[in-house]
Nanobody
Framework: QVQLVESGGGLVQAGGSLRLSCAAS????????MGWYRQAPGKQRELVAR???????NYTDSVKGRFTISRDDAKNTVYLQMDSLNPEDTGVYYC????????WGQGTQVTVSS
């Protein structure tokens, strides 16, 4: 059974930091492209950052220079370090894996107060 379990969300003031983690099981983690998506109230889910199995990384423009995605294949875990948070970063953050099939985590809430 595949599971992607996110943790690390919460409430933070603008300018603060959070680190999200996503622990995966039931997949060949090292072969998967891993990503973080977010969905703000009333908006579509959007890609925040993605890290490929070979280590290539891409970010959505609004988080470049503030967020850092990384992965630890030995721990089957992907991270999202979020710095200089602003209220526009508020939303539910979802972990995503993709290889032969794709899977989603249940999401973790991030709320940034002004």
């Amino acid at each position: 059974q595949v599971q992607l379990v996110e943790s690390g969300g919460g409430l933070v003031q603008a300018g603060g930091s959070l680190r999200l983690s996503c622990a995966a099981s039931g997949i060949i983690f090292s072969a998967n492209s891993m990503g973080w998506y977010r969905q703000a109230p009333g908006k579509q889910r959007e890609l925040v950052a993605r890290i490929l199995s070979g280590g290539g990384i891409n970010y959505t423009d609004s988080v470049k220079g503030r967020f850092t995605i990384s992965r630890d294949d030995a721990k089957n875990t992907v991270y999202l370090q979020m710095d200089s948070l602003n209220p526009e970063d508020t939303g539910v953050y979802y972990c995503h894996s993709r290889w032969v099939r794709e899977y989603w985590g249940q999401g973790t809430q991030v709320t940034v107060s002004s």
